[in-house]
């Protein structure tokens, strides 16, 4: 009977012991974090410039409508899902 009343053994953390191991990784590391911000620019100004260049060929009928309007709608999707998938 005296075993039942004691408290169970368990190997989960405290709130103040969790709380403890997590502050370092609530710190901001810009360093880092501007990896990250590069690559979503050199993405966007990738997207941007494919765009201008199937415009161009569009315009100048050296690629047809077909071809045009999927690529162009990738080209305009990519941009829009970038920060959402790039962001650290």
């Given at each position: 009977?005296?075993?039942?009343?004691?408290?169970?053994?368990?190997?989960?953390?405290?709130?103040?012991?969790?709380?403890?191991?997590?502050?370092?990784?609530?710190?901001?590391?810009?360093?880092?974090?501007?990896?990250?911000?590069?690559?979503?620019?050199?993405?966007?100004?990738?997207?941007?410039?494919?765009?201008?260049?199937?415009?161009?060929a569009?315009?100048?009928?050296?690629?047809?409508?077909?071809?045009?309007?999927?690529?162009?709608?990738?080209?305009?999707?990519?941009?829009?899902?970038?920060?959402?998938?790039?962001s650290?």
């Amino acid at each position: 009977m005296a075993d039942t009343l004691t408290e169970p053994c368990s190997t989960d953390l405290t709130w103040d012991e969790a709380h403890h191991r997590l502050i370092p990784l609530l710190r901001a590391n810009d360093f880092t974090n501007a990896f990250y911000i590069l690559g979503e620019y050199v993405g966007l100004i990738g997207s941007l410039a494919a765009c201008a260049w199937l415009y161009s060929a569009w315009s100048s009928g050296r690629l047809p409508t077909a071809g045009f309007l999927p690529s162009s709608v990738f080209g305009c999707r990519r941009p829009d899902s970038s920060p959402r998938v790039c962001s650290g």
